[in-house]
């Protein structure tokens, strides 16, 4: 079955560490994304790729990286610079005009 | 870039009741509308979708409906039941049509 897979669930981080969340997809979907979320705060957009080796800044970057090397994955790295970075992340994937947005199951980060 | 405002926050209601939940948007260029439902613990996952040539799009129990001119979109449950409980979110293509953004989300609760 085709579906889009995050690892691991559960993450700890200690402070000062940067830490890479996996994000996999065998939908064969051009777009991939990042998304925050937090209690009433909604979804938000963390960065996002339409197409291998280009990705854009969504509206809340700092403190992130990712990389996009390969059509079906697009792992996010959560530096030491991020600092609030308690989370449950979301990474979803879609064709290019938006449709069939499908999301992960999620990994929820937490800094001890 | 675009803005995606949820109503309500909250929203409880009886087994057998309707449910309403409405956004609004700011970009009158957006043209995609889905809706997501988020259990516990888990991604979202897309409930019904509209898209910006329709007014109204009904499957089961759910309908959508689009008014372009007001800038605004409801989703409506009829007949509920307990799990239906769950976070629902609205969320517009953003202006460059290349994410979705999200409302902060409502949290219904179906008592019976």
């Known amino acids: 079955d085709g579906g889009i897979t995050q690892s691991p669930k559960y993450l700890f981080r200690k402070e000062g560490q940067n830490v890479t969340l996996s994000c996999e997809q065998n939908l064969n979907h051009d777009a991939m994304y990042w998304y925050r979320q937090d209690p009433g705060q909604g979804l938000r957009l963390i960065y996002y790729s339409q197409i291998v080796n280009d990705f854009q800044k969504g509206d809340i970057a700092e403190g992130y990286s990712v990389s996009r090397e390969k059509k079906e994955s697009f792992p996010l790295t959560v530096t030491s610079a991020q600092k609030n970075p308690t989370a449950f992340y979301l990474c979803?994937?879609?064709?290019?005009?938006?449709?069939?947005?499908?999301f992960g199951s999620g990994t929820r980060l937490t800094v001890v | 870039g675009e803005n995606v405002e949820q109503h309500p926050s909250t929203l409880s209601v009886q087994e057998g009741d309707s449910a309403v939940i409405k956004c609004t948007y700011s970009?009158?260029?957006?043209?995609?509308f889905p809706w997501y439902k988020q259990e516990l613990g888990k991604g979202p996952q897309l409930i019904i979708d509209i898209r910006s040539n329709v007014g109204e799009k009904k499957d089961q129990r759910i309908a959508v409906t689009l008014n372009k001119t007001a800038k605004h979109f409801s989703l409506h449950i009829t007949e509920t039941q307990p799990e239906d409980s769950a976070v629902y979110f609205c969320a517009a293509s953003s202006q460059a049509g290349t994410a979705l953004i999200f409302g902060k989300g409502t949290t219904l609760s179906v008592s019976s």
């Open positions: 970009d009158s260029a957006s043209n995609y």
């Open positions: 979803a994937s879609s064709t290019r005009q938006l449709y069939g947005y499908t």
